[in-house]
């Protein structure tokens, strides 16, 4: 599966903005996908995840309740709707798939073999 990330741009605090991720090659919802992001001289961090089959979504803690992440099976892509954005959520946003990942390890890197290229968020304060 080929995955292409896009929506980043400059947003001020406390404003929305919607990420996008489109797949190609195979069908989205076999797929476990995951959101991440990462900032300069910070490691790959987890932000939310989308379970295949289920649709069960995971959350990190830092963005539980502002963001949420979805899907839209007839598009084939998945979507990372951004809330009350505040300026540490600036970094660079990844999303990946991944078939058969379990439930305890939806929030680890290495879990995921398929990367779309980053999209920048700037959160402006």
């Known amino acids: 599966v080929q995955l292409q990330a896009s929506g980043g741009g400059l947003v001020q605090a406390g404003g929305s903005l919607r990420l996008s991720c489109a797949a190609s090659g195979r069908t989205v919802s076999r797929y476990t996908v995951g959101w991440f992001r990462q900032s300069p001289g910070e490691e790959r961090e987890f932000v939310a995840a989308?379970?295949?089959?289920?649709?069960?979504?995971i959350y990190a803690a830092s963005v539980k309740g502002r963001f949420t992440i979805s899907r839209d099976n007839a598009k084939n892509t998945v979507y990372l709707q951004m809330n009350s954005l505040k300026p540490e959520d600036t970094a660079v946003y990844s999303c990946?798939?991944?078939?058969?990942?379990?439930?305890?390890?939806?929030?680890?890197?290495?879990?995921?073999?398929?990367w779309g290229q980053g999209t920048l968020v700037t959160v402006s304060s």
């Open positions: 990946a798939a991944a078939s058969g990942v379990i439930l305890s390890r939806v929030r680890v890197v290495q879990a995921y073999n398929y």
């Open positions: 989308s379970r295949e089959s289920s649709g069960y979504e």
